[in-house]
C-alpha cells in the first residue's frame, strides 16, 4: 500500500488537529457521576461538529470520511489525549451496523440519539454458557402478536449499569440449526422484567454486568435485518471492532512506553538504577518492538479494508498481539516497583497513584475480552494458514 498521505490527508488532520486544540475540554474527574456528565458532554461536543463518528453518512452526523481519513482521526484523538467516547459501542458497532441494516424508521429514531450520547448502548451477546461458542446462546425471544418476548441471561455486558439500550442477539427458532435461528434485537433497558447485576472485578471496579430478562416484551420493529439473521448481523457487528483502532492505540501505546522508560531511570531494581540492570534493558527494548509491530499490523489490517472492503481474518493477528503486549507492559512497570508494586490505586504511597497496579489487574482480561486469545489463534490457523480443522484431522 501507498503510505504517502494526499493533500487531502493533510488538510483533514490539520482540520482536526485545529479543532481539538479548540475544544478539548480539561481533565477528566475521577467520581463516577461527575466522570459520567463529563464524558456525556465531551461526547455531544464531539457530535455536534461532526467528529464523533466521521466515518458515519452525512445525513446521520458523520462526516462520510474514507478509511485512511478514519486512521488519522484515532491516530490525532491518541495524540492529544482526547476523552474515551461515552458512546463508543454503539457508535462503533450498532451505528454502522444499522446504517447496513437497519429501516427507515431504525435508522432516524437511533442513530442521531446514539451519536449525541442521549442513549448509551450496551452489548449483549455473551451468556454464562456461550462464550467462545457464541452461537450456543440459550436467551429466547417468542413472537406473540406484534412484540416479542425476551427471556434469558447475558453476561461480561459492558456498561450494562448505565446503558439505557442493549443489542442483543436471541434465540427465535430453537429448532432451526443453532447458527440460523439467531435475531438481532434492540431492547430498551428500562423494560418491565430486566434486571442489572453489576459484577466486581479483580481491579476493584464493575465495568461488566450480568443482565437477566424474565418476560420481556420488545416491539417486533426492533428486529434488525430480518427474523432468524442475527448471525450475519452479528457479523456486521463485530467486523468494526477491528480496523483503524489499531493504529490509534499503537500512538497511546508509544506514549505509555515512553512514560515507563522515565520510571525505569528513577527506580531502583537489585540496588542499583533499574534502566541499567540487562533484564530491564531487554524488556524495554521488547516494549519498543513490540509498539512497532502493532503499528505494523494496524497498517497491514488497513491495507486489506482499503483492498478487499474489510480487516479481514488477518486482523486476529493484531488483536491476540495488542491483548498479549498489555500484559507484558504491566508485568514490566510492577517488576519496576517492586515491593512499592503491592499498593493498591488510591494508596497515597502508591507510584502514580497506582496506576499501573490499577493497568496490571485490568489486562488479566485483556486475553479474554472480544474473543479469546485460544479463539484468536484459531482463527489464524484455519482462515490466515490454512490450517486443517479438528473435525478435518479425524476424517484423515
Known amino acids: 500500500m501507498d503510505l504517502t498521505y494526499t ?18 475540554p480539561g481533565p477528566m474527574p475521577r467520581p463516577p457521576e461527575e466522570r ?21 453518512p452525512v445525513e446521520f452526523g458523520g462526516r462520510a470520511t474514507g478509511v485512511v481519513e478514519q486512521m488519522i482521526y484515532h491516530e490525532e484523538l491518541a495524540l492529544h489525549r482526547a476523552p474515551p467516547l461515552l458512546g463508543a459501542i454503539g457508535v462503533g458497532l450498532l451505528g454502522p451496523t444499522l446504517i447496513t441494516h437497519g429501516t427507515p424508521e431504525q435508522k432516524t429514531r437511533f442513530l442521531r440519539p446514539m451519536l449525541s450520547a442521549d442513549h448509551h448502548w450496551c452489548q449483549g451477546f455473551s451468556e454464562p454458557n456461550a462464550g467462545s461458542d457464541l452461537a ?65 472485578q479483580i481491579s476493584g471496579e464493575s465495568e461488566f454486568s450480568e443482565v437477566t430478562f424474565t418476560d420481556v416484551a420488545v416491539p417486533s420493529e426492533n428486529i434488525v435485518g430480518g427474523v432468524n439473521r442475527g448471525w450475519s448481523i452479528a457479523h456486521t457487528a463485530l467486523g468494526h471492532e477491528r480496523s483503524t483502532l489499531f493504529l490509534g492505540s499503537a500512538i497511546r501505546y508509544e506514549r505509555i512506553v515512553r512514560e515507563l522508560f522515565e520510571m525505569a531511570g528513577a527506580a531502583r531494581y537489585h540496588g542499583r538504577p533499574a534502566s541499567a540492570d540487562p533484564e530491564i534493558r531487554q524488556e524495554l527494548a521488547r516494549a519498543l518492538v ?97 490450517l486443517p480443522t479438528d473435525r478435518e484431522h479425524e476424517g484423515r
Open 36 to 56: 459520567l456528565a463529563f464524558l456525556r458532554a465531551w461526547q455531544r461536543t464531539l457530535a455536534d461538529a461532526g467528529w464523533a463518528a466521521p466515518h458515519w
Open 290 to 386: 513490540d509498539v512497532s509491530i502493532m503499528r505494523t499490523n494496524g497498517l497491514r489490517t488497513l491495507s486489506a479494508i482499503l483492498r478487499d472492503g474489510e480487516p479481514g481474518p488477518q486482523s486476529s493477528i493484531g488483536r491476540l498481539f495488542v491483548s498479549q503486549f498489555e500484559q507484558r507492559l504491566h508485568s514490566v512497570a510492577m517488576r519496576l516497583q517492586g515491593p512499592q508494586g503491592l499498593l493498591a490505586r488510591g494508596s497515597p504511597h502508591a507510584r502514580e497513584k497506582g496506576r499501573w497496579q490499577h493497568g496490571y489487574l485490568r489486562t488479566r482480561a485483556s486475553t479474554i475480552g472480544t474473543g479469546t486469545s485460544e479463539i484468536q489463534r484459531n482463527i489464524i490457523a484455519e482462515r490466515v494458514l490454512g
Open 136 to 200: 450456543s446462546l440459550k436467551t429466547r425471544a417468542e413472537r406473540q402478536g406484534n412484540v416479542f418476548v425476551v427471556n434469558g441471561r447475558k453476561i461480561w455486558t459492558s456498561g450494562a449499569q448505565i446503558a439505557n439500550w442493549i443489542f442483543a442477539l436471541v434465540r427465535t427458532d430453537p429448532d432451526a440449526p443453532k447458527h440460523e435461528g439467531i435475531s438481532f434485537l434492540l431492547i430498551d433497558m428500562a423494560s418491565p422484567g430486566i434486571e442489572v447485576r453489576p459484577i466486581k
Open 7 to 24: 493533500p487531502e490527508h493533510d488538510a483533514f488532520r490539520a482540520q482536526l488537529r485545529g479543532w481539538l486544540a479548540s475544544n478539548l
